[in-house]
C-alpha cells in the first residue's frame, strides 16, 4: 500500500509540475508528508544535496523520500513516479507541437503557465531559505554573535552566502558547481 501511495504521490508531482525542479519544490514538501515526517530544515538538506548531485532535483529529490519511506523499493517507485508523466506527455507533445504550434489558445496556455512557474518557483525559496537563514545553528556562531544588531534567529553569514551566491550565478554567469562547492568549503569553515 505504501508503494502505491509513494507511486500516485509522485506521478501527481510528475503531472503537475510546471516550471522544472525549483518550481515543484513546494509541490514535493507538502506532498511528502504523509510518507516522511521531514522537517523544513531537513527538506532544505535534502534540496542542496539534490542540488549538488547529478540529475534534475525532482527525480533526486523523490529518489531520497522513496528510500527513506520505503528503502530501495521505496526510491524506484517514487523515481518512477516522478518521471513517468513527463516522459508521456513529452511523447504526446512532441507529435502534437507542429500541429497546434500556431494556436492561440496554445500560445496563452504557455503564456498562462509562465508567470505560475515563477510564483512556484518563489513558493521553493520560501521554503529552503526560511530554515538556512533563520535557525538555531548558526555558520560561524561566534561571528554572529559580536552583531547584536541581528534577530537572534538570524544567521547572517547563510544569509550573506545565499545572497553571494545568487549575484555569482545570476547577473556575473559563474558556474553553479563551481560556487556551490565553493560554498561547501566556506561552510565547512565556518561550521566547524
Same mark, same amino acid.
Given at each position: 500500500?505504501?508503494?502505491?501511495?509513494?507511486?500516485?504521490?509522485?506521478?501527481?508531482?510528475?503531472?503537475?509540475? =510546471?516550471?522544472?525542479?525549483?518550481?515543484?519544490?513546494?509541490?514535493?514538501?507538502?506532498?511528502?508528508?504523509?510518507?516522511? /515526517?521531514? &522537517?523544513?530544515?531537513? @527538506?532544505?538538506?535534502? *534540496?542542496?544535496? $539534490?542540488?549538488?548531485? +547529478?540529475? +534534475? *532535483? $525532482?527525480?533526486? &529529490?523523490?529518489?531520497?523520500?522513496? =528510500?527513506?519511506?520505503?528503502?530501495?523499493?521505496?526510491?524506484?517507485?517514487?523515481?518512477?513516479?516522478? /518521471?513517468? +508523466?513527463? =516522459?508521456?506527455?513529452?511523447? %504526446?507533445?512532441?507529435? $502534437? %507541437?507542429?500541429?497546434?504550434?500556431?494556436?492561440?489558445?496554445?500560445?496563452?496556455?504557455?503564456?498562462?503557465?509562465? #508567470? /505560475?512557474?515563477?510564483?512556484?518557483?518563489?513558493?521553493? @525559496?520560501? &521554503?529552503?531559505?526560511? #530554515?538556512?537563514?533563520?535557525?538555531?545553528?548558526?555558520?560561524? /556562531?561566534? @561571528?554572529?554573535?559580536?552583531?547584536?544588531? %541581528?534577530? #537572534?534567529?538570524?544567521?547572517?553569514?547563510?544569509?550573506?552566502?545565499?545572497?553571494?551566491?545568487?549575484?555569482?550565478?545570476?547577473? *556575473?554567469?559563474?558556474? #553553479?558547481?563551481?560556487?556551490?562547492?565553493? %560554498?561547501? *568549503?566556506?561552510?565547512?569553515?565556518?561550521? $566547524?
Amino acid at each position: 500500500m505504501l508503494y502505491i501511495k509513494l507511486f500516485l504521490a509522485f506521478v501527481k508531482i510528475g503531472l503537475l509540475g =510546471f516550471g522544472g525542479g525549483l518550481a515543484i519544490i513546494q509541490l514535493i514538501y507538502d506532498s511528502i508528508q504523509q510518507f516522511a /515526517a521531514i &522537517t523544513p530544515s531537513l @527538506f532544505a538538506e535534502i *534540496v542542496a544535496i $539534490a542540488q549538488v548531485t +547529478p540529475g +534534475p *532535483v $525532482a527525480i533526486n &529529490t523523490a529518489t531520497y523520500i522513496g =528510500f527513506v519511506s520505503g528503502g530501495i523499493s521505496g526510491a524506484a517507485v517514487a523515481t518512477a513516479g516522478v /518521471a513517468l +508523466p513527463s =516522459f508521456v506527455i513529452i511523447s %504526446m507533445v512532441s507529435r $502534437a %507541437m507542429e500541429k497546434f504550434k500556431d494556436s492561440r489558445i496554445v500560445k496563452g496556455a504557455l503564456s498562462g503557465i509562465r #508567470p /505560475a512557474a515563477a510564483g512556484l518557483i518563489g513558493a521553493a @525559496f520560501l &521554503t529552503v531559505s526560511k #530554515p538556512v537563514i533563520i535557525s538555531d545553528a548558526h555558520l560561524g /556562531a561566534n @561571528f554572529h554573535q559580536l552583531l547584536a544588531m %541581528m534577530p #537572534p534567529a538570524w544567521d547572517l553569514i547563510s544569509l550573506v552566502l545565499a545572497v553571494v551566491t545568487v549575484i555569482l550565478i545570476g547577473p *556575473v554567469k559563474k558556474d #553553479p558547481i563551481k560556487i556551490l562547492l565553493i %560554498m561547501a *568549503v566556506v561552510g565547512a569553515i565556518l561550521g $566547524a
